[in-house]
């Protein structure tokens, strides 16, 4: 599974499964969102992306928290670099800012920088402000199979511009005591921006973080939110564990932290999953007469035969 190499001081390396992950037809954009805090969206986020390139896709995550917190469970530089920040207020290109996380083929971030805090204040006076950053990732998207966009605890501004850019929308749902509180706004504003500004946003992914199948209560979560969200929810819950918080103070995520672990596990599984629902769909040519299907088939023989 693990065959890298060393380029300029960096592991650049090949984290790789035997059996690759499904591409999906287009890119999947996704929002990661819940303006609850701490309930897993960071790590969420920089594990399910890190599965994916693992199972060979092209990934990219975009840390739009000011806390940094990707940027960091990812290993990249983000207090002195130019990133997301700049490419919201139009002073640097989007390629320019991208970075590549080491340990993966192809695995890239955007990250954080300090400057993101003010980002929610210098956006209120610009043209088009809610579409910043749709119209920076139109210009990239075509190089992943899969963009996260790891969103700060609130729907101000930055979540907005994240849901103006984004097809999917994903919510972890810590499963505790008043989980379920404050997604109703969630999903308002959700419903908001489904009508005002990007209709093809789709609350697709609903996860279940810090579970611990031992307590009724994270049963009774679980319950719940399989009763409201039966298609949406992905009924492999993460549970709470240990190295799942440990991975980001090595710079890590668990999926290369320790990826035998039961999180890292459940969140390969989850990746897998997400993938699966993704899966660009073979064209069934098994249920009718086609007649596509015989001038290919013509085409073919005729050019092998003029060969
Ligand atoms: N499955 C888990 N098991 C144990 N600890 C976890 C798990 N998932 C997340 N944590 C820990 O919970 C805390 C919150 O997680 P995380 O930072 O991913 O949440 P968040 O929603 O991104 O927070 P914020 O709203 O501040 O951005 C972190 O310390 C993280 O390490
Ligand atoms: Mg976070």
Known sequence: MDDSRETSGKV???RRLKEAMAKPASTRIFTVANQKGGVGKTTSTVNIAAALAMGGLRVLVIDLDPQGNASTALGVEHRESAGV????????????VVQKVAGF????????????????INLVSMVARELQLKEAIDEISVNY?????????????LTINAFAASRELMIPIQTEYYALEGLSQLLETYTLVKKRLNPTLNLSTIILTMFDSRTRLSNDVAANVRAHFPNELIDIP????????EAPSYNQTVMTYDPLSPGAIAYMQVAREIAERGRAKEPDLSTEFNSNVVSINYLGDNSRGSA
Do not use: K
């Open 105 to 120: 083929p192809e695995l890239d971030c955007i990250p954080s920088n300090t400057s993101l805090a003010n980002a929610e």
């Open 85 to 96: 920040y700049e490419v919201l207020m139009g002073s640097a290109p989007i390629t320019s």
């Open 238 to 245: 993460i549970p709470r564990a240990v190295r799942v918080s």
């Open 145 to 157: 199979d899969y963009i996260f966009i790891d969103c700060p605890p609130s729907l101000g501004l």
């Open 12 to 14: 650049i390396g090949v």
